[in-house]
């Protein structure tokens, strides 16, 4: 399994953890205003763009569903983050190289496309449920509940904080 498929698998593995341990106070707004379940609803529809776009071979991060039904309930999340998991493993595996394209810019009369690959993609959306998973923490530990020490932390970083440093990581680079 490419490590960049097998990186979202865990992630989202993570995120389905920490909806179950949050259920309770998924639609209670924290310290800043935004609720745990915006933050999953908001890193799935992500997942959903990327898959929604794949056939196409265009991807729309801006054309989000933004379903109030995932952000509200946990069962519902819950079992969106399972679909986006198996059709990952369904639809990523073999098209890791794919080139797809991904619309740029934030003005919604722009209509540029960046060419891109599906693991360019997949490195992205690991990014960016590993942004919201730190911040669900966040508002996790404000509620008491603990979602494990690896929850919202890059492999880097946990590298980092083992001694493995920057160094460890710069000899797994490829050669050019």
């Given at each position: 399994m490419p490590d960049a498929l097998a990186l979202n698998l865990e992630l989202l593995g993570q995120t389905e953890t920490a909806i179950e341990?949050?259920?309770?106070?998924?639609?209670?707004p924290a310290a800043g205003g935004a609720t745990p379940g915006a933050h999953f609803r908001h890193l799935l529809d992500h997942y959903q763009c990327l898959l929604g776009g794949?056939?196409?071979?265009?991807?729309?991060?801006?054309e989000r569903q933004r379903?109030?039904?995932?952000?509200?309930?946990?069962?519902?999340?819950?079992?969106?983050?399972?679909a986006c998991r198996e059709e990952l493993l369904r639809a990523t595996g073999?098209?890791?190289?794919?080139?797809?394209?991904?619309r740029t810019g934030h003005d919604p009369a722009e209509r540029d496309w960046?060419?891109?690959?599906?693991?360019?993609?997949l490195a992205f959306c690991a990014s960016h449920t590993l942004h919201h998973l730190a911040i669900v923490k966040?508002?996790?530990r404000e509620r008491g509940v603990d979602?494990?020490?690896?929850?919202?932390?890059?492999?880097?970083?946990?590298?980092?904080?083992?001694?493995?440093?920057?160094?460890?990581?710069?000899?797994?680079?490829?050669?050019?």
């Open positions: 341990l949050l259920a309770d106070g998924f639609s209670t794949l056939e196409a071979g265009r991807v729309d991060y801006h379903d109030r039904g995932t952000e509200s309930n946990p069962a519902l999340a819950l079992a969106v983050c399972r073999s098209r890791m190289e794919e080139v797809v394209h991904v960046a060419a891109t690959t599906v693991k360019r993609e966040m508002m996790a979602l494990g020490e690896h929850v919202g932390v890059a492999r880097s970083t946990a590298d980092h904080r083992k001694g493995g440093g920057a160094e460890g990581q710069a000899a797994a680079l490829p050669e050019r």
